[in-house]
């Protein structure tokens, strides 16, 4: 009897999960921000707990919608790009903020963070594209963040080998219309790497990441989901070039 029991609260809980079709996006409208702006002043489980509806109605049911909408955009630009509007797992990030190993014991994010990532991958660190909203700003990313060891060599042994295809990539019109080169890179060039490369700053890069700014009524607009499918696709050069180079498809 127990393991029915707890069979059928796995199965109602993968339910409450699971997307429901939900709300047309229309934007998400100034008061997203505004509960961003008032969790920041208060940042503790009380209050959180005490608005957790209006969390729910201001910010995360916006976020899956926006996801939903985005879904079918994603597609034409790659059908390895996934929109994933769970409530848990899927491409909006926590709420909760992993305290373990950070002085900063606020337990709740103040921005809305929704990775669209690759199917092949399981976390932040994989290929994908980004929209980020929050008192600290709002942006758009694209590429990698942070890639693991393997994928970072891989993507140093292309640079290395074809800089003149990287540069062409790099130097594309369409994506230096709208994006801006992101991340964080070494002081001094990797090891085993010429100083004197002619790309030598690209094989610096720790990250390999696009970014454009949005304004708040950008993002705040009912044509946010147009604009970030035009700004990806104008990027979808250089996310193939980063696929191409860790072997998974795009």
């Not at 069979?7 to 809980?13: D, E, I, N, P, V």
């Given at each position: 009897?127990?393991t029915?029991?707890?069979?059928?609260?796995?199965?109602?809980?993968?339910?409450?999960?699971?997307?429901d079709?939900?709300?047309e996006?229309?934007?998400?409208?100034?008061?997203?921000?505004?509960f961003?702006?008032?969790?920041?002043?208060h940042?503790?489980k009380?209050?959180?707990?005490?608005?957790?509806?209006?969390?729910?109605?201001?910010?995360?049911?916006?976020?899956r919608?926006?996801?939903?909408?985005?879904?079918?955009?994603?597609?034409?630009i790659?059908?390895?790009?996934?929109a994933?509007?769970?409530?848990?797992?899927?491409?909006?990030?926590?709420?909760?903020?992993?305290?373990?190993?950070?002085?900063?014991?606020?337990p709740?994010?103040?921005?809305?963070?929704?990775?669209?990532?690759?199917?092949?991958?399981?976390d932040v660190?994989?290929?994908g594209?980004?929209?980020?909203?929050?008192?600290?700003?709002?942006?758009?990313g694209?590429?990698?963040?942070?890639?693991?060891?393997?994928s970072?060599?891989?993507?140093r042994k292309?640079?290395?080998?074809?800089?003149?295809?990287?540069q062409?990539?790099?130097g594309?019109?369409?994506?230096n219309?709208?994006?801006?080169?992101g991340?964080?890179?070494?002081?001094?060039?990797?090891r085993g790497?010429?100083?004197?490369?002619?790309?030598?700053e690209?094989?610096?890069?720790?990250?390999?990441?696009l970014?454009c700014?949005?304004?708040v009524d950008?993002?705040?607009?009912d044509?946010?989901v147009?604009?970030?499918?035009?700004?990806?696709?104008a990027?979808?050069r250089?996310?193939?070039?980063?696929c191409?180079a860790?072997?998974?498809?795009?």
């Open positions: 009897m127990a029915k029991a707890k069979t059928g609260r796995k199965k109602a809980a993968a339910q409450k999960n699971r997307s079709g939900g709300a996006f229309r934007g998400f409208g100034p008061h997203t921000l505004g961003l702006a008032e969790l920041s002043n940042n503790n009380e209050w959180f707990d005490a608005h957790k509806q209006r969390y729910e109605d201001e910010v995360r049911e916006p976020a919608a926006f996801i939903r909408a985005m879904a079918p955009k994603l597609k034409k790659s059908a390895a790009l996934v994933d509007d769970r409530k848990v797992g899927g491409s909006l990030m926590r709420v909760y903020r992993d305290v373990r190993f950070s002085k900063d014991k606020t709740y994010k103040t921005n809305v963070g929704i990775q669209f990532r690759h199917e092949r991958g399981k660190h994989a290929p594209c980004y929209v980020h909203l929050g008192l600290d700003g709002c942006f758009l694209m590429g990698m963040w942070h890639p693991d060891a393997p970072l060599a891989a993507i292309v640079i290395a080998e074809e800089p003149k295809k990287w062409r990539v790099i594309d019109a369409k994506l219309a709208v994006w801006r080169m991340g964080e890179s070494l002081k001094r060039p990797p790497f010429d100083a004197e490369h002619p790309l030598i690209e094989l610096k890069r720790k990250d390999h990441i970014v700014d949005l304004e950008e993002a705040e607009s044509q946010l147009a604009l970030c499918a035009e700004r990806f696709t990027g979808k250089h996310m193939l070039a980063l191409d860790i072997g998974v498809p795009f």
